[in-house]
């Protein structure tokens, strides 16, 4: 029991496999399908099959690492994450839940454990999104929703198509793979947020994912040349902005576990002398409870009208996306928690701000998450970063859990209420 | 007395010159130094010079129409303005001026009337500066206040340069033009601004020119993924911008007459789902009374600062440009005023919130300028209009003026303080 992972390896895999795309300041540039992205995943291959893993590459480039176990009648137990990375992003985002679980099959070769069921190990590809929009490309191509040949159709802005470029790499695989119905799922993230370094606890377990909707705003203002036109008598884009900027943050601050954000603002002609005639900008708008979410954006659409009016501006208000939030599985989420108990770490219920590419996998597998500190909440930036204590535990935690589902001969483990 | 213009002709003479670089909305295209401007300036020479009118070039491409008075030895009249325009600019910026003084040399050769004091009518070389920049190209350089060899430089976007494009275009002089002293200079010129049309006045009659301040402003949050990051743990550039973009409309607001204005927004990353860690910002503030101008430069820079703060973010604040206002001569404003008044014409005190060739030309030459309404105070825009009606009305006025000065043996004429 409680048997734990090699840090020092762990650190030694994660240290090599970030000079992949490393940059001068600490950070990853590995995007998706790139030479850093092959020159990785190469990697990943040499180090996985050391570690007694059969390797799988299906038609989207998925790698999918496979540890035997006794009984191959058995759904398997599937952990992982992706190893792309933003443009200069950080080196744990992704491909630390890669990293714990090889270094998870290098702990069990170790101490001669075969799990009762297959261990499969991960990659998805194109998680990010960078380069080719959508992301979460390769997972939702195995969770069936995304289309292959629109797929291999997106461009990057060399107008280079995912379809060749992953031929390009050799990591376009002959046929699909799917270990359907799996056991249970894992994915092992760093939690890109600063709830947890805030509240001193070494695990995050999310309750899932939170739903998210996301607008268009078009306002439209009369431009005009800013010195012969008195206050009184303007209609400007660029105020009418403001005051919904103000709002929207303002409406998110009061509401309940809601976040509400303006990303995105392009206001025309974005002269230093004329008034601003239009302002284009973009709202994100994400809760774990969806009544309290649409509460938020009723209240949003409200006060833009509000707002342009009293600008003297219109306003039109697209809602763009809307995607409903992802719970998942009670009895894997508690079994996370007790596994980190046992090992003697703090842990915490929370929600997962961010969408991962469990987003998909729980959709027809039973799923959980394991979060980790990031130092200061920073990612998706060459600062990004978690301690080695911290990348240790949580792999420690994702050890007991797939060690503890592996073997489970039963359905799912049952729920420990004590926890919630 | 109370001449008048011929006003079939005026609208004519408009309507011709409105068709080089003339734009299928009714605007025009007229960019400096191109073949639109070229073929406009070809025309102005042949219907100058059916005027009676000697023409020089200087060296920097401006154009003096010189109709010669009486009395060789007498110091000049100038009038003018710019035959450039915007970008999808309109019909009547700039252009309206020169075509007025037109149709007062055709209007006194119809006469036989020959002036004692040469009358000048000036086209200024790139007033917009849209396609090099700064502008007022030319005017700066006649005044002595611009480089010839730094403006010869100036490029486009194209990488072509105003002193090549000049010479391309067969309007680069070989030597330079300088009537000074001169008696006197009026610029005639739409408003550009909404406040005659709103009071109902036929001429308005700028007691000079607002002074100006530019800032760049320069906020420093911290860049986060929007999903995991709780309101209350946001350091959000943009949400700083709300705040002080608010600020600095009200500060206007409330002010005694000074219009601040933030015309370009420049957030970084500008994505979606990524809290802008930055935003670069511009602020112009103008006003006539310069000690009021300052005090709300002082109230924005010290609200800058206050809202940075409150927002979790820093701000530097930069002075980039700061000109002086530019008072324009009272005997010449005053002659204005009675000779509306002698044409049955309302007249208005007020400001140029806009800078002109004028301001130049007042460094060391009595001036005035001359406004007609701009309907719906539109203007840089294919939409900006004057009425034909008020087109004439400031051509009537703008002649008046010119044979009161042009006829005059005095120094200025006295000044007529129940106008004030």
Chains 1, 2 share one sequence.
Not at 272 to 288: E, L, M
Not at 371 to 387: K, L
Request: aromatic share 8%.
């Amino acid at each position: 029991m409680n048997m734990r992972t090699n840090r020092d390896r762990l650190q030694k895999l994660l240290t090599e496999i970030a000079a992949f795309g490393g940059t001068d300041r600490g950070g990853v540039s590995r995007l998706a399908l790139t030479d850093e992205d092959r020159d990785a995943r190469d990697q990943l291959k040499r180090w996985f099959a050391e570690a007694g893993a059969e390797i799988k590459v299906d038609t989207i480039g998925n790698m999918f690492f496979i540890l035997r176990g006794k009984q191959l009648h058995l759904p398997p137990v599937m952990t992982g994450s992706h190893c792309d990375s933003q443009p200069e992003g950080g080196r744990f985002d992704g491909i630390l839940g890669i990293i714990a679980g090889l270094e998870i099959m290098y702990t069990l070769r170790d101490a001669g454990i075969q799990l009762e069921r297959d261990l499969i190990v991960v990659n998805w590809t194109n998680e990010e999104g960078s380069r080719f929009t959508p992301g979460t490309t390769g997972s939702g191509y195995f969770a069936g929703k995304l289309d292959r040949d629109k797929m291999y159709a997106l461009t990057d802005r060399n107008g280079l198509t995912l379809g060749d470029e992953l031929e390009r790499i050799g990591y376009k695989g002959q046929e699909d793979f799917d270990p359907r119905p799996m056991y249970a799922n894992f994915e092992y993230h760093i939690e890109q947020g600063p709830v947890l370094e805030q509240r001193g606890i070494r695990i995050g377990v999310p309750k899932g994912i939170v739903c998210l909707r996301w607008y268009d705003i078009e306002v439209q203002g009369v431009p005009n040349h800013v010195g012969p036109t008195p206050m009184n008598a303007r209609q400007d884009a660029l105020y009418a902005f403001a005051l919904m900027g103000k709002r929207i943050y303002e409406l998110g601050l009061a509401a309940d576990n809601v976040v509400a954000s303006v990303g995105e603002v392009h206001p025309t002609p974005n002269s230093r002398n004329v008034i601003a005639g239009h302002v284009h900008f973009t709202i994100d708008i994400r809760g774990w409870n969806e009544q309290e979410t649409d509460r938020v954006c009723q209240e949003v659409e409200r006060s833009l009208i509000e707002l342009a009016k009293e600008a003297g501006c219109e306003v039109a208000i697209n809602k763009v996306w809307e995607v409903d939030r992802a719970p998942f599985d009670e009895s894997l989420i508690a079994l996370v928690h007790s596994t980190a108990r046992d090992l003697g770490l703090t842990s915490l219920d929370m929600v997962s701000g961010a969408s991962h590419d469990t987003i998909y996998i729980n959709k027809d597998t039973p799923s959980a998450m394991i979060f980790v500190p990031s130092i200061g909440g920073r990612s998706h930036a060459e600062v990004e970063c978690t301690s080695w204590e911290d990348c240790a535990a949580g792999a420690d935690v994702l050890l007991g859990a797939v060690i503890k589902t592996g073997n489970s001969l039963n359905e799912l483990p049952a729920i420990d209420r004590s926890l919630y």
